[in-house]
């Protein structure tokens, strides 16, 4: 039971700040609590140490914490993230390292799906404001860029009135970047502080920038859209200069630098590979994979994914990789890539830094991770959509569009019917 004279209750996160460092005794940890939690959780070791925290690291199994307050007695930090496991506790001061028997901490795996922006249900594409206030409407794709303190999103949204948004999470904002319509795919650079953004229709480029206020501007790069009016798709590959775009003719690559376009390869060159495939569909999805030196691009309305690379030698390779099944070949979403899983309608992709391929499945509304030849369950229920928060296997999806992961390797993802954009953490 808490009580208090005047009926309120405060709780400090980090209490005030005392001198309680005893230069005369030497420099000692003496107990830690709490002993076990996750990432963020709040940590206190007790002891003797100096004030000044540059001077000071605390290390979870070699992993350096995040440290927020000292007394001289109590050292207040955060957890930071790590494999699952048992982990010993280290000390630095002035470089000189500290340890003491027995002194563990049990790091717990954090799995959840939130939501971030946005209400369930309440589907509006033109309200900005906090984030609790902010309302969605189909969103079709998602970028993370660089923040303050963590990731910020570029967000595309709003089916026939779309328009693009920044959603800080430092500001606790979501503002209208641009008033130009009819916007399609996202594309993050590598050090995350620029994108490109092409519009719908009539294939502008635009690109804008953190140092910028994310402010738009345009190109002067049209991109040759071939087959129709769709949303097209783009993503970076190892140059920030180079930005891909796949269409219903090939892959282009457009030169931010030069402002020029090259086709790199035509889909006629593979008819084998592309027979049977509706290449100018109205959305389909690019990213590349640094760790196979490949781009992935889905194709909703066939079930499939492809996988194109370049040689050394300059020639350009298509493989179908995952997918090319039939709806009702069945509802198995899990097992081979090609012989097993039946992948419906796969959106947004994003490869993480072990290299594995998560796809967002639209038609089975679930999430997957491809690795080697094996397609597993991540997150929802397969071919059953809802509108529920919780750990990955809990919670539900409903028509899921778009995902985006940011430097922490947390997911984004965009739905086309919830209103919502939710944040799903795997460790």
């Known amino acids: 039971m808490i009580t208090s004279c005047n009926g309120k209750e405060e709780i400090e996160k980090w209490p005030e700040k005392g001198n309680y460092y005893d230069p005369s005794k030497p420099i000692a940890m003496e107990s830690m609590s709490p002993n076990w939690g996750r990432i963020n959780n709040n940590f206190v070791i007790t002891g003797n140490f100096p004030l000044d925290l540059s001077k000071i690291k605390v290390f979870f199994g070699g992993v350096e914490a995040v440290l927020v307050n000292c007394d001289g007695r109590d050292l207040y930090g955060l957890v930071p993230k790590q494999p699952a ?15 003491l028997d027995n002194f563990t901490f049990k790091y717990y795996l954090t799995e959840s799906v939130t939501t971030v922006v946005g209400k369930f249900g309440e589907v509006d594409p033109h309200v900005t404001g906090t984030l609790d206030e902010a309302r969605l409407n189909s969103t079709s794709h998602l970028a ?39 916007m399609g795919s996202v594309a993050t650079n590598n050090s995350r502080d620029g994108v490109a953004i092409v ?49 219903a003719d090939g892959l282009h690559q457009i030169d931010l630098e030069n402002k020029t376009t090259e086709m790199m390869f035509n ?34 309305d066939n079930n499939a994914i492809f996988k194109y690379w370049q040689e050394t030698d300059g020639t350009w390779k298509v493989e179908r990789y995952a997918g090319f099944k ?3 070949e069945g509802d198995n979403v899990t097992g ?9 309608n796969p959106c947004g992709m994003c490869v993480n830094s072990k290299g594995e391929l998560y796809v967002v499945l639209q038609g089975a509304h679930c999430i997957v991770k491809i690795v080697g030849r094996e397609v597993s369950l991540v997150a929802g229920h397969p071919n059953q959509s809802g509108r529920v928060n919780g750990t990955p296997t809990e919670a539900y999806f409903d028509n899921p569009l778009c995902i985006a992961l940011d430097g922490e390797e ?18």
């Open 410 to 427: 947390n997911f984004f993802i965009g739905e086309d019917n919830t209103g919502v954009i939710r944040k799903m953490t795997i460790e």
């Open 85 to 99: 496991g048992v982990k010993e506790i280290t000390m630095e001061v002035d470089g000189q390292t500290y340890t």
């Open 336 to 344: 081979d890539r090609l012989n097993d899983a039946v992948l419906k």
């Open 144 to 182: 993370a860029v660089a923040g303050q303190d963590g990731d910020n999103l570029i967000v595309s949204c709003g089916g026939w009135a779309d328009k693009i948004y920044l959603v800080s999470f430092d500001d606790n904002m979501m503002v209208q970047l641009t008033g130009i319509g009819y």
């Open 326 to 328: 039939a709806s009702w």
């Open 267 to 300: 889909v006629n060159q593979f008819s084998a590979e592309f027979s049977g495939i509706n290449t100018s569909q109205w959305r389909y999805y690019l990213t590349y994979s640094k760790y196979d030196k490949a781009f992935f691009c889905s194709y909703p």
């Open 199 to 247: 519009a719908r229709g009539d294939g502008q480029i635009y690109t804008a920038k953190r140092s910028d206020g994310w402010t738009l501007n345009a190109t002067g790069i049209t991109y040759p859209f071939a087959g129709g009016n769709n949303q097209g798709n783009m993503s970076f590959a190892e140059d920030d200069r180079y930005v891909y775009v796949m269409g």
